[in-house]
């Protein structure tokens, strides 16, 4: 069965520091999520891309985060300058088309820790 | 703003028993509705959902969730607990029709014991 896969599983970094985090996609699928969650916490909508571009991104994903899909394959999250406060584990979904497109498959995470 | 409510982080849930989850939600307009499902070191899994059409829904390994208009619910059910269903559940609302954005409860840890 198809999967949503993600790396690296965990990754520790220095504030400060520009962490990319990488995940692969269903592969026929045509929307894009990135989530995260804060220990603790519920799991955050971060932002959403369809065609190329970001369709929809909350209050939390300022311009400290970009996404992109470089290639056919790969969607990527970047954080520029990370914050004791990004810590959290970070999610990477995607969803079909039509009455597909509100299922979204997760990916298991990626722990970031920010020191 | 949208809200999904889950009340009790943990469940515990003797084997065979009822299980039963809470989900309530704050919307004005009915939203689409799921249930996640987390076992360990894994991703989010798709438990069921309900978008228009027939307000009982079943989903995978004999779950099921009920909408109530009246009552903005969405309680998950399993009529017997098994071992395996030991994780956490989350609901989730999607509030407007032209968004994909989940919102997400925080979360029911079920706990079965044997």
């Known amino acids: 069965e198809p999967e949503v896969t993600q790396t690296p599983s965990h990754q520790v970094t220095q504030m400060g520091q520009e962490v990319i985090l990488r995940c692969v996609p269903i592969s026929n699928h045509l929307y894009f999520y990135w989530y995260r969650q804060i220990l603790g916490q519920k799991v955050e909508f971060l932002v959403s891309f369809y065609n190329n571009e970001i369709s929809e991104k909350s209050e939390i994903f300022d311009d400290q985060f970009s996404v992109e899909r470089p290639d056919g394959s790969n969607f990527t999250l970047k954080i520029r300058s990370t914050k004791l406060e990004d810590s959290a584990m970070y999610f990477c979904?995607?969803?079909?088309?039509?009455?597909?497109?509100?299922?979204?498959?997760f990916g298991p995470g990626t722990r970031l820790t920010v020191t | 703003a949208q809200s999904v409510t889950q009340l009790g982080s943990h469940v515990s849930v003797s084997e065979g028993a009822l299980v039963l989850l809470r989900c309530n939600y704050s919307?004005?307009?009915?939203?689409?509705l799921f249930w996640y499902v987390q076992y360990p070191n894994q991703g989010l899994q798709l438990l069921l959902k309900?978008?228009?059409?027939?307000?009982l829904v079943k989903g995978i390994n004999g779950f099921e969730a009920e909408f109530k208009k009246s009552e903005t619910s969405f309680h998950l059910t399993k009529p017997s607990a098994h071992m395996s269903d030991a994780a956490e559940y989350f609901c989730?609302?999607?509030?407007?029709?032209?968004?994909?954005?989940?919102?997400f409860g925080k979360g029911n840890q079920v706990v079965v014991i044997p």
């Open positions: 989730a609302v999607i509030p407007r029709r032209r968004s994909n954005r989940l919102a």
């Open positions: 979904a995607s969803s079909g088309w039509g009455a597909r497109t509100y299922e979204q498959y």
């Open positions: 919307s004005s307009v009915p939203p689409y």
């Open positions: 309900y978008t228009t059409g027939a307000t």
